[in-house]
């Protein structure tokens, strides 16, 4: 059934807003991702130290928790303290099982996050590792262990969301089934179907005009342990000359007892991502270029408009293999606005990627979803409402909204 973005919510009743949410709310978190899944851990951790409980279930598009396919890489540097103090215990001290190397992780190697002039080969930008500390994770590998314990519903494709009644929310699926809360979180990223249900006339991203292509690649040993010289993690790259530009991350380096115990032949796989500005005049061209059709023809592209990059940096690109497949990866943004949406008496709400979409360069999406969690679940805890009556559902999500949009607008414009 289609459903028109003026009739996706439908008040059954008139009735006013009720003054304080229940005592065991509800909640509907729609999105399996790293900040659905985040809130899921972080409700069950309340619950074993805090009543009432609340209840929760979660939703998710994907067939499957494989689904999505290996995914890319994300870095928690300032909101991992406040990442590991949401989780249950037992998940902090598995989080090694999801870096992507879990024996620099082991050392304490924290990486620099530096930024490579492709002209000069120089370091032109670092952030020493003293300032943070920083774990450096594959995201579907973060993303499993985040499914610990969990009861998550697949094949939920968000169609409808409806008001019941002053308390209640009815989220439907398209395969006909629904499910009643008292809260909907849409934690179902960029291109969030709840976004869309809240802002049915400015919910689109914002395109910005740059072209990126990622690929995965894996590397012997020799060949890795050169680049993990650079740094641990991962680096950037950026050709003043053309305004190209490169991200280079490992996703998975064997540990040391693996490579030991198969004689050294194990790979590492990397992430090679390469960037273009989209306008007229790049590389002299009169109008603006776009992103190849076949593999092939990307995999020639990156190496053509990379060709002139110093080394070790060049080679990178194009050692690309021509049995690639690289990528489309579409730079989007979507800045939150005070009063861009009514968040229906509190049942309706958005975290993460669905609230504030940003681009990867300044890799700080994962983290403010993070924070976004923690915000949102401290509104939930008694002790931090102290006056002669608790706040309304409503009082609550709209100074969870107000915190956030504060913090990420100006996040998502500086991406």
Sequence with gaps: MQHSPENYFRLSTNEPPTATIRADPHILIIGAGV???????????????????????????????????GGWGLTLHWALGQFKSLLPDYLVERLHEACVDQDAAA?????????????????????????????????????????????????????????????????????????????????????????????????????????????????????????????????????????TFMFYGFLHVPTAKDQEAKNGTLQATCQVLTSWPHKAGFLGKSEPSEVPETDAERVAWIKSITSGWIEPFGGIVQGIPEGAEPKVINLEDWPPRKGSWD??????????????????????????????????????????????????????????ELEMIERTRPAVLRS
Excluded at 38 to 62: G, H, T, V
Excluded at 363 to 387: I, K, M, S, T, W
């Design 107 to 243: 050392r304490g190697e924290l990486g620099n996050f530096k930024l490579f002039n492709l002209q000069t080969g120089q370091d032109d930008f670092m952030t020493p590792s003293s300032d943070s500390p920083r774990h450096r994770f594959a995201r579907e590998n973060l993303r499993r262990l985040l499914m610990d314990g969990l009861d998550i519903e697949w094949s939920k494709n968000l169609v409808d969301i409806q008001e019941l009644n002053s308390d209640e929310v009815i989220a439907k699926f398209s395969d006909g089934t629904s499910a009643k809360g008292n809260i909907l979180v849409g934690c179902d990223g960029s291109r969030s179907r709840v976004r869309q249900f809240l802002c049915p006339t400015n919910y689109t991203n914002n395109i910005v005009p740059v072209r990126l292509l990622g690929t995965t690649v894996k590397y012997p040993q020799e060949t890795y342990q050169k680049l993990q010289a650079l740094d641990p993690y991962f680096f950037q790259c950026c050709d003043p000359a053309s305004d």
């Design 343 to 400: 968040n229906r008496g509190g049942k309706v709400t958005l975290i993460g990627d669905a609230a504030h979409a940003m681009t990867m360069y300044r890799g700080e999406a994962a983290n403010h979803g993070v924070a976004d969690v923690r915000v949102f679940l401290g509104q939930f805890l008694p002790e931090n409402h102290q006056g002669p009556s608790a706040p309304s559902l409503k009082e609550k999500v709209d100074a969870y």
């Design 35 to 69: 900040t659905g899944l985040l809130l899921a851990q972080a409700i069950r951790k309340r619950n074993q130290n805090s009543n009432p409980s609340i209840n929760f279930s979660i939703y998710e598009r994907d067939a499957d928790p494989l689904a999505r396919g």
